[in-house]
């Protein structure tokens, strides 16, 4: 079956430095990666539409300069969070878009900023 | 953009009761709709997705009911039970160029008592 997978699952890292995660599809090529954060609050932001071959698309209130994405290939892509400080704390998702409609969700990673 | 907006944010219920969850978006030209079901501290598992052209769908003890006229989509758990008990969420995945994009509404946590 399809099963994406995120590494880490929790990190804590402090004040203005930076954490690199990771999202990889298993069981099945994915057409595109969205990434996502899920606030403390519980909503859900969509941060940027990764698709192979394409540009990668960024929301707004979210830059490439602040989460510079690599997307290399159908099963991996990789997020960083630069100069990451406390409103950036939350759930970063990571959904692998399978063919034209299911996204498969990741378990997260948890982003704790001291 | 796209808006959804979910209905209630809490939802609390005895065990067998029915809970209905409603969600409404503003894009006519939504194609794809999923729900989601959120335990505490794990990520999003995908209950249900509904295509244009499927009006009801009938999962392991609940229903889906789509009504494109209105741009409304509902999650009726017809038995609720304590294992029910997360934050549920609705999300509308974009057409054209927003495809591969979900907007997700802002969720629903459900609590069923014994």
């Not at chain 1, 996502?36 to 071959?53: D, M």
């Not at chain 1, 400080?85 to 378990?107: I, K, M, S, V, W």
């Not at chain 2, 802002?106 to 069923?112: K, M, N, R």
Request: proline share 5%; hydrophobic share 35%; with cysteine.
């Amino acid at each position: 079956g399809a099963l994406v997978y995120q590494y880490p699952r929790r990190t804590i890292c402090k004040s203005g430095t930076s954490m690199r995660m990771e999202c990889q599809a298993v069981g099945f090529q994915a057409t595109s990666v969205a990434w996502y954060r899920q606030s403390p609050q519980k909503t859900f932001e969509l941060i940027a539409l990764s698709t192979v071959n394409s540009a990668i698309k960024y929301e707004q209130n979210f830059t490439q300069e602040k989460f510079p994405i690599s997307h290399p290939n159908l099963s991996f892509s990789s997020m960083t969070v630069l100069n990451a400080y406390l409103e950036d704390r939350g759930l970063y998702l990571c959904g692998a878009r399978e063919g034209q409609d299911t996204q498969y969700f990741g378990p997260g990673t948890r982003l704790l900023v001291l | 953009g796209e808006q959804v907006e979910q209905r209630p944010p809490h939802l609390s219920v005895r065990e067998g009761d029915s809970a209905v969850i409603t969600c409404t978006y503003t894009d006519p030209n939504s194609y794809y709709f999923f729900w989601y079901k959120q335990e505490p501290g794990a990520s999003l598992q995908l209950l249900m997705k509904v295509f244009s052209s499927t009006e009801i769908n009938e999962g392991q003890g609940f229903t889906v009911l789509l009504n494109k006229k209105d741009k409304r989509l509902s999650l009726n758990l017809t038995a609720a039970h304590p294992g029910d008990s997360a934050a549920y969420f609705c999300a509308v995945s974009g057409s054209g160029t927003n495809t591969g994009k979900l907007t997700f509404g802002d969720g629903t946590v459900l609590t069923v008592k014994p």
